[in-house]
């Protein structure tokens, strides 16, 4: 099977591994299942998130790994023209991933010291961005609004990496990437291409880059209000993890058209779904 899989709620909660979702995963992978993960995500790099899945004994390697900022710079790299320089709003991951792919970047923070520097002159500030890319931006200022602002109202390509608009912390929510791209929204009167769920481009993107067909994917999320929408959105079947941010009274609340696949309380339930998937092809 070709499973599309988030990562919080899913596979960890905050810095805690979800107990026995890694080695479920990591069964499936050795029957020869191809495990991706799938992330809303923008802020860090593919290697960060290496790192964390292998300590909990997932399966994992680089190209295994699309968080949105990865969606959208693969998105980016195959849009007709390539972008000449895209002024990003977001975190050092979106930053290097859009490098990776031979696009020039601006940092909105260097825009920013310009437009304060020349008279508030966004203009001047953000000469030559064709792109504004728009992600988590944990020090976003009047300033960085006002560049990408101005570059979105003067022509240039808005891509949201996603439009969350809270961001989950161990210890509370925070504002997410959507309200960042919220107030460039309200400022340049513009709506951006969105990349992350419960849209399709993030879960399209994943798998043209490997090849395989969209439809034949299982996506595991936790969310009714992303991953559940995503993979109905792109025709895929679903199994809906309650080890997150849903809850049992929410599941029974929706609609049959809107319910996932399957659904699964813990580890074990996850493992028995998926047999039961991968036993009917359908």
């Known amino acids: 099977m070709f499973l599309l899989v988030d990562l919080d709620g899913v596979v960890y909660r905050g810095a805690r591994p979800v107990p026995g979702v890694a080695g479920v995963l990591a069964a499936r992978a050795a029957a020869g299942d191809d495990v991706v993960y799938v992330t809303n995500n923008s802020m860090w790099y593919r290697a960060d998130y290496v790192t964390r899945l292998a300590s909990m004994g997932a399966p994992v390697s680089p190209d295994r790994i699309f968080s949105s900022a990865r969606a959208t710079a693969l998105y980016l790299a195959e849009?007709?023209?390539?972008?000449?320089?895209?002024?990003?709003?977001?975190?050092?991951?979106?930053?290097?991933?859009?490098?990776?792919?031979?696009?020039?970047?601006?940092?909105?923070?260097?825009?920013?010291?310009?437009w304060s520097a020349n008279g508030r002159n966004a203009a001047a500030a953000t000469r030559g961005v064709d792109t504004v890319v728009v992600g988590l931006d944990l020090e976003f200022t009047y300033a960085r609004l006002a560049v990408a602002a101005e570059a979105v109202r003067a022509g240039a390509r808005f891509v949201a990496t996603n439009r969350d608009p809270i961001y989950p912390l161990e210890h509370g929510l925070?504002?997410?990437?959507?309200?960042?791209?919220?107030?460039?929204?309200?400022?340049?009167?513009?709506?951006?291409?969105?990349?992350?769920?419960?849209?399709?481009?993030?879960?399209?993107?994943?798998?043209?880059?490997?090849?395989?067909?969209?439809?034949?994917?299982?996506?595991?999320g936790d969310s009714l209000?992303?991953?559940?929408?995503?993979?109905?959105?792109?025709?895929?079947r679903s199994v809906l993890m309650l080890t997150g941010i849903t809850t049992e009274a929410q599941l029974a609340a929706l609609p049959d058209a809107e319910r996932p696949t399957a659904v699964a309380a813990d580890a074990a339930g996850l493992a028995a779904a998926l047999d039961r998937l991968a036993g009917s092809g359908s």
């Open 79 to 114: 849009q007709s023209p390539k972008p000449a320089c895209v002024l990003v709003v977001g975190g050092a991951g979106l930053v290097h991933e859009l490098r990776d792919v031979g696009i020039e970047v601006m940092l909105s923070a260097d825009a920013a010291e310009r």
């Open 174 to 220: 925070m504002p997410g990437a959507g309200a960042v791209v919220a107030a460039i929204v309200a400022a340049c009167e513009v709506e951006p291409v969105s990349i992350g769920k419960p849209g399709p481009l993030l879960l399209e993107v994943a798998a043209h880059a490997l090849g395989r067909l969209v439809t034949e994917a299982v996506m595991i």
């Open 225 to 236: 209000i992303t991953d559940i929408p995503a993979a109905i959105a792109v025709g895929a």
